[in-house]
Nanobody
């Protein structure tokens, strides 16, 4: 299975931007659909965005559409999440995940490799 390491989290004021990165190793990165999830304290882990193997398809939860952009660089084995116009409700630990399913899915159990997470805190 591929190993994943996230970076790029931090503290930002509302309206600010952050770019998360997730580097993969130990597997064929282009074989995986990649996703970003987040988990706030006391809440369940939720799907944020996903991207297909060739970047042809992307998918976002409604609350981040128009603000977040997912992308990947298969040559660099990295997936990114550009987050603009951040809101306090975006505060969470963000995880990247890899799936070998045939299509993007929002279900965490469909992803079989996970990173350790990176904290994003948005102050009001």
């Amino acid at each position: 299975q591929v190993q994943l390491v996230e970076s790029g989290g931090g503290l930002v004021q509302a309206g600010g931007s952050l770019r998360l990165s997730c580097s993969a190793s130990g597997g064929s990165f282009s074989d995986y659909i990649m996703g970003w999830f987040r988990q706030a304290p006391g809440k369940e882990r939720e799907f944020v965005s996903g991207i297909s193997r060739t970047s042809k398809y992307t998918y976002y939860r409604d609350s981040v559409k128009g603000r977040f952009t997912i992308s990947r660089d298969n040559a660099e084995n990295t997936v990114y999440l550009q987050m603009n116009n951040l809101k306090p409700e975006d505060t969470a630990v963000y995880y990247c995940a890899a799936s070998q399913r045939d299509m993007i899915t929002t279900t965490p159990t469909a992803f079989n490799s996970w990173g350790q997470g990176t904290q994003v805190t948005v102050s009001s």
